[in-house]
């Protein structure tokens, strides 16, 4: 069992920053791949960006040159740096890890609040 306790979140006003944190209680070398997720009010929720062991990062087109994704393996903990922060960005961000055995694991942290003023 994996267990994702993010912090970080708040209220920041548009063109601000934020750094969201993801404490893993597992190594994460062990984990395939990290990622954030959001889900705005009314919304579904969707991929803000995701990590792989290997380092390699993805994002949506809609934080792609304003959000950085990183992991620091020593302290089992993912990042996701928020620059130029814009209201629509305003949303619930989750941790998500996925670990591919002989099944697939989705965890899911229990979320984060982001709200970005006009």
């Known amino acids: 069992q994996v267990q994702l306790v993010e912090s970080g979140g708040g209220l920041v006003q548009a063109g601000g920053s934020l750094r969201l944190s993801c404490a893993s209680s597992v190594s994460i070398f062990r984990v395939n791949f990290m990622g954030w997720y959001r889900q705005a009010p009314g919304k579904q929720r969707e991929l803000v960006a995701t990590?792989?062991?290997?380092?390699?990062?993805n994002y949506a087109d809609s934080v792609k040159g304003r959000f950085t994704i990183s992991r620091d393996n020593a302290k089992n903990t993912v990042y996701l740096q928020m620059n130029s922060l814009k209201p629509e960005d305003t949303a619930v961000y989750y941790c998500n890890a996925v670990i591919i055995l002989v099944v697939t694991r989705n965890y899911w942290g229990q979320g984060t609040q982001v709200t970005v003023s006009s």
């Open positions: 990590i792989t062991s290997g380092g390699s990062t």
